[in-house]
């Protein structure tokens, strides 16, 4: 394979469109990858709506936020391990393996008499969705030509977007008629019908040479960085909170040490090459997930200050996602002007943040107040679904040939380890400025969103600098 110009210079005359993806050619590969991200991520909501009416049943309260906890951890180790799985199996038997683990630990969910054991399900939900996550990633550059990678990023992405309405809908529902189990058992044979159908669509083997040595000192120091910042998200004292932070930071820095000099990698070589592109690409991906953390909070803030029920609430939240959707949707094809998008989406999340500093802290349930607050989250979600699937693209054509599995499971490494670190720190804004308390909750909206636009910003300066630092070199292999 040989990688583009990461300007798009030279790009086609005609840029394939969604009928070339969705066609009868490929129609059926990208609904397998579409399908496998569909799956985790409705998985990711559904668990989330349904456990209140799981501790209810089973009890637990005391391990409640360790359930997401672990899924979390789960998600980033199988993530990490997918370039590894993907070289030792290939694309099909990688799938269908990831898929059944998701299967096995939705059935365990299903049936859990106790909370321990829903913990243990809820791991091997994460270790197979993270993995299923990363390989639908991976398996794009190798199933599609390039010139559709962004349209099938696109697609992939857009597949959050749909999560966020059917996930809190489906679990809602079963959890509202007092039969959380059925949330779950709804999936399987889903996960079935994936980790069979689905996997047939894809390639036996690759064609490319790749390492089946697992990176495992990658994995402990990741997977450590991640628990401690999830659990200290999760304590009361602020102090906790921060020296978690703190901690997790630090093994961040060291992973970052140890992966610049290591044989295997969980980042291409490419990211500590002298061609600084692709190390600002990621900053920037960093950036943008973890400003989107606020998300978190929005249907807390919009019952609370903007009165809306529970339903409504929720899906004011996923007015980020809709965005998100739009965005990926409508700019996956200006591959011509890639660098132009990728420079300028994040000003759109930029604004969308400084209008809900603005009108999120309103205490209003009229139609201009709802209507304002999503507003905001929309131009945030546009900005970050306008440069993902571009974003995605280049890290791929900015990797060497031979780091390429590593490049297409890197991309979901630093999305959920940034996901990770962002829900710790908006856990932390919000809890010291009294987010639980009616008095300051206004302030806690307000302090949250002006904190994140500090990610948001720092992710703006890595895509101007991303974009003004194409210069149109090839990336060689290896380097």
């Known amino acids: 394979?040989?990688?583009?110009?990461?300007?798009?210079?030279?790009?086609?005359?005609?840029?394939?469109?969604?009928?070339?993806?969705?066609?009868?050619?490929?129609?059926?590969?990208?609904?397998?990858?579409?399908?496998?991200?569909?799956?985790?991520?409705?998985?990711?909501?559904?668990?989330?709506?349904?456990?209140?009416?799981?501790?209810?049943?089973?009890?637990?309260?005391?391990?409640?936020?360790?359930?997401?906890?672990?899924?979390?951890?789960?998600?980033?180790?199988?993530?990490?391990?997918?370039?590894?799985?993907?070289?030792?199996?290939?694309?099909?038997?990688?799938?269908?393996?990831?898929?059944?683990?998701?299967?096995?630990?939705?059935?365990?969910?299903?049936?859990?008499?106790?909370?321990?054991?829903l913990l243990v399900g809820r791991a091997v939900q994460g270790l197979g969705g993270g993995l299923l996550f990363a390989l639908c990633y991976s398996v794009v550059r190798i199933v599609f030509e390039e010139a559709l990678w962004p349209r099938a990023m696109a697609l992939v992405s857009a597949m959050w977007g749909v999560a966020t309405l059917v996930g809190p809908a489906l679990g809602g529902a079963w959890a509202q008629a007092h039969v959380w189990r059925g949330a779950f058992w709804t999936l399987v044979p889903l996960l079935a019908l994936c980790a069979g159908l689905g996997a047939r669509r894809l390639p036996g083997r690759s064609g490319e040479p790749g390492s089946v040595r697992l990176p495992w000192g990658a994995v402990g120091l990741l997977s450590a960085a991640v628990l401690v910042v999830s659990a200290a998200s999760v304590a009361e004292s602020l102090s906790v909170n921060a020296v978690g932070v703190l901690v997790a930071v630090v093994l961040l820095c060291v992973w970052a040490r140890h992966e610049r000099g290591a044989a295997v990698r969980v980042l291409p070589?490419?990211?500590?090459?002298?061609?600084?592109?692709?190390?600002?690409?990621?900053?920037?991906?960093?950036?943008?997930?973890?400003?989107?953390?606020?998300?978190?909070?929005?249907?807390?803030?919009?019952q609370r200050l903007q009165g809306l029920g529970p339903l409504g609430a929720g899906y004011l939240g996923a007015a980020m996602a809709a965005g998100w959707t739009l965005g990926s949707v409508v700019l996956s094809g200006a591959t011509a002007r890639r660098a132009l998008v990728v420079a300028t989406a994040p000003v759109f999340s930029l604004v969308g943040l400084v209008v809900l500093v603005a009108v999120a802290p309103v205490r209003s349930s009229g139609v201009a107040a709802v209507s304002s607050v999503a507003a905001g989250l929309v131009l945030f979600g546009w900005g970050v679904g306008a440069a993902w699937p571009h974003l995605l693209t280049d890290v791929l054509?900015?990797?060497?040939?031979?780091?390429?599995?590593?490049?297409?499971?890197?991309?979901?490494?630093?999305?959920?380890?940034?996901?990770?670190?962002?829900?710790?720190?908006?856990?932390?804004?919000?809890?010291?400025?009294?987010?639980?308390?009616p008095a300051t909750t206004a302030d806690a909206a307000r302090h949250l969103y002006a904190v994140f636009l500090v990610p948001a910003a720092v992710a703006l300066i890595g895509a101007v600098l991303v974009s003004g630092a194409r210069s149109g070199k090839r990336v060689p292999a290896g380097e």
Request: proline share 3%; net charge neutral.
């Open 269 to 302: 070589r490419a990211a500590f090459g002298p061609d600084r592109r692709l190390r600002l690409t990621y900053v920037t991906m960093a950036g943008l997930v973890v400003a989107s953390c606020v998300e978190v909070f929005v249907p807390f803030f919009g």
């Open 397 to 437: 054509r900015l990797s060497g040939d031979g780091d390429q599995d590593v490049a297409g499971a890197s991309t979901t490494t630093v999305q959920l380890t940034a996901t990770s670190f962002g829900s710790a720190v908006a856990g932390m804004v919000a809890n010291a400025s009294g987010f639980a308390d």
């Open 1 to 117: 394979m040989t990688t583009e110009e990461a300007t798009g210079t030279g790009a086609a005359a005609a840029t394939p469109g969604w009928l070339d993806l969705l066609g009868r050619r490929h129609g059926a590969v990208a609904a397998a990858l579409a399908g496998g991200v569909a799956l985790h991520a409705v998985n990711v909501y559904l668990a989330t709506t349904v456990l209140p009416s799981v501790i209810e049943d089973i009890g637990g309260a005391r391990l409640y936020a360790w359930a997401t906890t672990v899924f979390v951890v789960a998600s980033v180790l199988g993530s990490v391990l997918a370039a590894a799985v993907l070289a030792r199996t290939g694309p099909r038997a990688a799938y269908r393996w990831s898929a059944a683990a998701l299967l096995v630990g939705t059935v365990v969910c299903a049936l859990a008499p106790n909370m321990v054991v």
